[in-house]
């Protein structure tokens, strides 16, 4: 109805876009057509690095789904993202065969380690990467299902609801720690050798992961853009602004708060699995409750309800996290906390927020200097 | 069940509601027409707001019964539930969607599929946009459709609740306290926009505003303590000396 901000990609998506775009092309040519001594050379630290930070970007797109537009803060959203990593991680060690250290041709190392003589259920089919893709998004969408279901029927809103979904980030935490979940406990599953047959640690699968990122991302966001942009958006916002107007007009509030969150818990699964073959690591330090509040800051630094903003806060705000944690790591935590702070105070609209208000003010700056 | 209980729109008998021993409403009992319009009057406390909350399924009474269209037994169903069917209320403090356009506030209101797939997948019917124009032009809108609904005036974001309501099109419209805060010329305004409305809907208005009811020239039901004092046109039921003592006389 209202053509100016009903569209699929505005302005700001444009931009957004072209950046991917051009970064899923430059970074490939940087890493491999030019010569390592060249001035312009990308070292492979850096792909992977700025890899990672496209994942959680990603993951910021999808709690800015649940957060910005519907109104749900997710205290748990880190759950969805380390899920979609240990479906990743999975496929990766089934993948290892005989290479590893015990060179069990079917059990990973630590199972062999602690004296199992069969592969669990859950890690039947595995070995198979379609499988594995499949529940990088079934597993966090069947939780999100639940969970939401649960919540969302019992109209659970507002500070309970984010205080559950931390409850329930912290306590896959410590079932991951057990060593009789049979994830591999507090290590977690490392160790990989190759992905669909191409070695994890070489820089041209680096590249192949960081420019399928990029993708990921790009292809995040354009669907998160058609929801909001679509009727069901205009719902979802209509939930976030007067739930209860949103139920008297007769649409059923749970369903669609339902569909958001299990969208966004996908997208935030499919950011994990992506994330571990670039990091090389999952473990159960993923569902620490401290990780899904980063991932809130990082929305909240970049501007909620914008998409955008979300992506661009993930990555301001773990850029300053690898430059603080290499030059003052003691410090980090209270800059993150002191940067919080800030932005709530300050910039309740993120850094998008201060770029639109810079440009309304020049906007109305010219009739006069016009005049 | 009498024939009174088939032919009435809306037909309440014996509700009770009690908060934490707090008794909202003591058996109250009310029938309206179809196509009525009926005031409601009462001092604070006298249990109109939980009345509306009954009706439209935000609170289930302890006891009684609650009929719509002398079969649909309102107790039972929520608030989705009873919208579809046809209720629609306009909150006592004007409740709109503050961050969507003037069109798009009528359009998340306009009768069509409520599913979550329709509305992800469909597409908006062909007359979506002239009956939006129409609710427009009934609610003095028209200029202000691409505004966000946060920066309309008082009145104006009233009338646009009212304008979502007429554009659920529903049998029966709730309508809590239209004029508070109101300047006099808006009331009046309001007054005759509930009069155009209630030509082919049911109404049922709550309010405080003596001037305003007089305007609306309709059926009065005072309410007192959770149960109906008296009922009938405002001069014999402002001449009643119970009401006087409760409510006006004060």
Known sequence: MNPATDRLIDTRGYIFLAVLSAAAVLVPILTLVIPDESAFAMPPYLVALFGKYLCFALLAVALDLVWGYCGILSLGHGAFFALGGYAMGMYLMRQIGTRGVYAHPVLPDFMVFLNWKELPVAWWGFQSFPYAMAMVLLIPGLLAFIFGWLAFRSRVTGVYLSIITQAMTYALMLAFFRNDMGFGGNNGLTDFKDLLGFNVQATETRVALFVASCIALGGGYLVARAVVTSKFGKVVIAIRDAESRTRFLGYRVETYKLAVFVLSAMMAGLAGALYVPQVGIINPGEFSPANSIEAVIWVAVGGRGTLVGAALGAFMVNWGKTFFTGALPEYWLFALGGLFVLVTLFMPKGVIGLIDQYKVRRASKKPTAEG | ?250
């Open chain 2, 1 to 250: 069940m009498d024939h009174s209980v088939t032919t009435s729109l809306l037909y309440l008998d014996g509700v009770s509601v009690s908060f934490d021993g707090y008794k909202a409403l003591r058996g109250l009992s009310l029938t309206l027409a179809p196509g009525e319009m009926r005031a409601i009057i009462g001092p604070n406390g006298a249990g109109k707001t939980t009345m509306m909350d009954v009706i439209t399924g935000k609170t289930r009474p302890d006891e009684g019964d609650v009929l719509f269209g002398g079969t649909h037994d309102l107790t039972k169903l929520d608030e989705a539930q009873i919208a579809e069917l046809g209720i629609g209320r306009k909150f006592q403090k004007p409740t709109v969607f503050e961050s969507q356009s003037v069109d798009d506030n009528l359009l998340l209101a306009l009768k069509a599929p409520r599913g979550a797939l329709a509305t992800l997948f469909g597409k908006p019917a062909p007359d979506t946009r002239l009956r939006i124009d129409q609710i427009l032009e009934t609610t003095r809108l028209k200029d202000h459709r691409h505004r966000m609904a946060a920066d309309l005036s008082h009145g104006q974001k009233q009338w646009l609740e009212i304008g979502m309501l007429l554009a659920q099109d529903p049998k029966l419209l709730l309508v809590d306290e239209p004029v508070a805060g109101m300047t006099d010329a808006e009331t009046a305004q309001t007054a005759e926009l509930l009069r155009a409305i209630a030509v082919d809907h049911s109404v049922v208005v709550v309010e405080h505003d003596m001037t305003f009811v007089r305007d609306l020239g309709v059926k009065v039901t005072v309410l007192h303590e959770g149960a109906v004092l008296a009922e009938g046109p405002l001069d014999v039921v402002s001449a009643d000396p119970r009401v006087i003592e409760v409510y006006l006389g004060r």
